[in-house]
């Protein structure tokens, strides 16, 4: 069974940052694509940054100066770097992997992490 798991959310300041982790349950390597979504309080759930396994990088518009997305092939995770948050950078934030080959392939989910900017 393929799992995705968040870590590294919380409640900061303004300001302030956090890094959020993605574990997945395989090995990175089957990856071809990984991203990071959020989604506000009453809104739907949007791509903030993504990296394929060649770690080309996209950001949103509205991260791109302050988040760093990044994968770790040997430590098995992925990374999003949060720096000068903002309340509106409040929301949920899932990991979502693609899988692109073999018995395994398919998109994936994690089940998400709380990140909470206080003004």
């Known amino acids: 069974q393929v799992q995705l798991v968040e870590s590294g959310g919380g409640l900061v300041q303004t300001g302030g940052s956090l890094r959020l982790s993605c574990a997945p349950s395989?090995?990175?390597?089957?990856?071809?694509?990984m991203a990071w979504y959020r989604q506000p309080p009453g809104k739907k759930r949007d791509l903030v940054a993504e990296i394929t396994d060649d770690s080309s990088t996209t950001y949103a518009d509205s991260v791109k100066t302050r988040f760093t997305i990044s994968r770790d092939n040997i430590k098995n995770r992925m990374f999003l770097q949060m720096d000068n948050l903002k309340p509106e950078d409040t929301g949920v934030y899932y990991c979502?992997?693609?899988?692109?080959?073999?018995?395994?392939?398919?998109?994936?989910w994690g089940k998400g992490t709380q990140v909470t900017v206080s003004s």
């Open positions: 979502k992997g693609i899988i692109g080959s073999g018995l395994l392939r398919g998109d994936y």
């Open positions: 395989t090995s990175i390597f089957r990856y071809t694509y």
